[in-house]
């Protein structure tokens, strides 16, 4: 029988010395909890002794669980370069080192120090992508569903979208376009059939309350056989005779030429502006490889209208997205591309990757039974979908653990591979040169555990 008046008192249980390193307010808070918990216990007779030393340790546990970060490193072994769980396009030190200047200091974001007055903060970045890509303007948003949003809204609220019924995906996230185009107030008018539509299904179905023609891709899912669908330059135009705006959602957008003939499946943005669309718009982190934001580009008249949309003032990006976009669109503009790490990744030689397979190999030589294998992967993030690309792994397996075993003790680890035909692998594609002795060290950890 445990009595309550033997319960410790607050202000002294708070000055046991192992709460020393600890901030004295958080911890009497928590500290309350843990007392306040055990006194329950003792009413409902659920406790036998007390453990001054069990209470404190648990009352650490408890602050220590508050305040450790959260988000933690992880090594992609999983082959997929733009992993949206694993915080998709990742960005180089140098270029995070550049912008640190910008981001730690006050800055001229919304001020003209040339005249002493107001600025805006997307005139920074419109100038160096005008460049690049021959586009009249630029906004740049949040994120590309803010940037679909923000340009339904704003040009085709209460109006007619054209859209073909092949593209009324759902993409990762639950964003779904026809749900996407209800909430901004856009009307849906879908056209065409699954897996064809024709430019005849987008004339035949313009009408006086027509505002746009949408093109989306399709990002996670493609459509193979008996198939059409109109080009870009189809829509662009259509939409200019009509005179109409054509807008296409191109989901990752990329502004070099990929390898692996990737390029005929996805194209770049640099070539879809050769048609002079009034709009497209496409992901800062995708295989652009930058921030997570919103790119959209066009005709000038209209990315005005875009600006005066209230709407915008909810969806605007901060200073530290502005200042990585430009330097990783710099990077792009005067070609350096290992400034990149998502571009980087994806334009290593299966050559490369397997001296960095077969290092870890040796490494691990005595601990463990692999295997270097010839693989494929694919980029991810909704980018070039089903579309496969040669890479490297290293089908790994100790102890003579199930492969979901060690699959999920290198998770708990920080290690994020795949199973493949009953093996767990570690694909190099997505593992950084410099987290290779890391990856080591991880591994050796957990097999002597
Ligand atoms: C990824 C994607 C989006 C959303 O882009 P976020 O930058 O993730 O908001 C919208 N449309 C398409 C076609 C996409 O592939």
């Known amino acids: 029988m445990v009595l309550l008046k033997s319960i410790p008192k607050l202000d002294k249980f708070i000055k046991n010395k192992d709460f020393e390193p600890y901030s004295n307010k958080l911890l009497t808070k928590i500290a309350k909890k843990t007392i306040n918990e055990l006194r329950e216990s003792i009413l409902k007779n659920e406790c036998s002794e007390i453990n001054e030393e069990v209470l404190v340790q648990k009352t650490i546990k408890e602050y220590k669980n508050l305040t450790n970060a959260s988000l933690r490193t992880l090594i992609n072994a999983t082959g997929v370069i733009v992993h949206t769980n694993l915080g998709r396009s990742l960005i180089s030190e140098n270029t ?81 376009v026809p749900e996407v185009m209800k909430q901004s107030g856009a009307i849906l008018k879908e056209v065409g059939a699954t897996n064809k539509t024709h430019l005849y299904d987008y004339i035949d179905n313009i009408n006086e309350n027509t505002s746009m023609l949408m093109k989306v891709h399709k990002s996670n899912y493609s459509i193979e056989g008996f198939t059409s669908e109109i080009s870009n330059e189809e829509l662009v135009t259509l939409a200019s005779e009509k005179d109409l705006i054509d807008y296409y959602d191109m989901g990752s957008g990329h502004l070099v030429d990929l390898p692996y003939n990737l390029d005929l499946a996805e194209p770049s943005v640099l070539k879809l502006m050769k048609n002079k669309p009034s709009l497209l718009s496409f992901s800062g982190d995708k295989l652009l490889g930058s921030v997570q934001a919103g790119i959209i580009v066009g005709k000038k008249e209209l990315i005005q209208k875009l600006k005066k949309n209230q709407l915008l003032r909810m969806l605007r990006v901060d200073k530290i997205t502005l200042a990585i976009l430009e330097e990783n669109i710099k990077s792009i503009l005067i070609d350096k591309k290992e400034e990149i790490p998502t571009l980087n990744m994806l334009f290593t030689s299966t050559d490369i990757l397997e001296k960095r397979a077969l290092y870890v190999q040796d490494q691990l030589k005595d601990l463990a039974q ?41 998770r708990a680890a920080g290690i994020i591979g795949r199973i493949e035909n009953d093996h767990f692998l570690l694909d190099f594609r997505a593992i950084k040169e410099n987290e290779l002795d890391t990856l080591i060290n991880i591994i050796k950890k957990v097999i002597n555990e």
Do not use: M, W
């Not at 107001?118 to 590309?144: A, Q």
């Not at 694919?378 to 699959?407: D, M, Q, W």
């Open 96 to 176: 995070f080192e550049k912008v640190k200047n910008i981001v730690c200091s006050y800055n001229n974001l919304e001020y003209d120090v040339k005249n002493g007055h107001r600025g805006e903060r997307y005139t920074h970045i419109s100038k160096i992508i005008c460049e690049l890509l021959g586009c009249e303007d630029v906004l740049i948003v949040n994120n590309n569903a803010s940037a679909v949003f923000l340009i339904l809204n704003t040009f085709a609220k209460d109006k007619e979208v054209i859209v073909s019924r092949g593209e009324l995906v759902e993409i990762g996230g639950s964003f779904r």
């Open 370 to 410: 692999t295997e270097v294998l010839k693989t494929q992967t694919v980029i991810g993030g909704g980018t070039t979908p089903n579309k496969k690309i040669p890479s490297i792994a290293l089908s790994l397996s100790f102890k003579n653990y199930k492969e979901n075993k060690i699959e999920k003790l290198l």
